[in-house]
């Protein structure tokens, strides 16, 4: 979770990895003889794709605009080994971390979930 990367917190990648399987739903719900409104789901998951699209956009620009920048500490402090793999863990970093962050989140409620039933 990087502050000041939109989308990339707990609420927004729920939101999008939701949207991304509503198409899914959409086909359950089917199944069992729902009217669905596919126009509409399909307009969901394409608004989380674009988001998707963005946060990388974001990582790969902070990866090319930080890049050079560790170029430069590299040579002037001869660390080479520990800023090589600088660029691309910038460019995966934000999203990776909020979907850790989420996955966590999504763990500990169904855990909590089962245990609180079962209490019950």
Do not use: C, D, H, N
């Amino acid at each position: 979770m990087t502050a000041g990367v939109p989308g990339t917190g707990i609420g927004g990648l729920f939101y999008l990895v939701a949207a991304l399987l509503l198409p899914l739903r959409g086909l359950i719900l089917r199944m069992r003889g729902a009217r669905v409104p596919w126009p509409t789901l399909f307009r969901q998951m394409r608004l989380a794709v674009g988001v998707f699209l963005g946060i990388w956009a974001t990582g790969w620009l902070l990866g090319f605009v930080v890049g050079p920048i560790a170029g430069t500490a590299r040579i002037a402090g001869r660390a080479e080994s520990v800023t090589r793999g600088f660029r691309s863990i910038v460019r995966w970093s934000a999203l990776l971390a909020g979907l850790g962050a989420l996955a966590v989140v999504l763990l500990s409620v169904e855990v909590a979930r089962l245990v609180v039933r079962k209490r019950a």
